[in-house]
T-cell receptor
């Protein structure tokens, strides 16, 4: 399976600021996804990032809050904008390989 | 009704026993089903995928799917303390170009005690 890395691995941010999370894959993939895992909760899909097209967002997530870039087949970024303490979560990118999906190590975000 | 439901547990089994984890889903057109294992502080790790009715075995793991009952399960044979983790059931739905939009259950915490 693909090797996925994320930067940063963790960060503590002030409310009202923005953080951009990077996701790098060691091979070209068509589909990349961004998920959020709030404390003690399961994973929730934020958006799907296809190279060359706009990201598609799930209900409850909007582009102004979570802008996504997908400049090529090995890289994507998720920005968490105008952060509030409720945005404190683990953010995970994943890639699709065939029908299976593999996750990066995650970015643990704490907003104070 | 939640789209994907799991018993949150915790499920406690002795070492060497069979652990049985269950999951039900509400969307009848779901086509892909996955079990992930998540250790505390780590990201989910794919352990099984299943797409058609019946059983699929991989080492100590067996996934079972019954689309008519909208039910998927995971059996872990000869459970080991290292199997202690949260097990997440995920169901794939169509996203326009793939079945990659996963909906996760809340997870079942499994504890295997020596």
């Amino acid at each position: 399976s693909a090797v996925i890395s994320q930067k940063p691995s963790r960060d503590i941010c002030q409310r009202g600021t923005s953080l951009t999370i990077q996701c790098q894959v060691d091979s070209q993939v068509t589909m990349m996804f961004w998920y959020r895992q709030q404390p003690g909760q399961s994973l929730t899909l934020i958006a799907t990032a296809n190279q060359g097209s706009e990201a598609t967002y799930e209900s409850g997530f909007v582009i102004d809050k979570f802008p996504i870039s997908r400049p090529n087949l090995t890289f994507s970024t998720l920005t968490v904008s105008n952060m509030s303490p409720e945005d404190s979560s683990i953010y995970l990118c994943s890639v699709e390989d065939g029908y299976e999906q593999y996750f990066g190590p995650g970015t643990r975000l704490t907003v104070t | 009704q939640k789209e994907v439901e799991q018993n949150s547990g915790p499920l406690s089994v002795p070492e060497g026993a069979i652990a049985s984890l269950n999951c039900t889903y509400s969307d009848r057109v779901s086509q892909s089903f996955f079990w992930y294992r998540q250790y505390s502080g780590k990201s989910p790790e794919l352990i099984m995928s299943i797409y058609s009715n019946g059983d699929k075995e991989d080492g100590r793991f067996t996934a079972q799917l019954n689309k008519a009952s909208q039910y998927v399960s995971l059996l872990i044979r000869d459970s080991q303390p290292s199997d202690s983790a949260t097990y997440l059931c995920a169901v794939g739905r169509w996203g326009g170009t793939s079945y990659g939009k996963l909906t996760f259950g809340q997870g079942t915490i499994l504890t295997v005690h020596p």
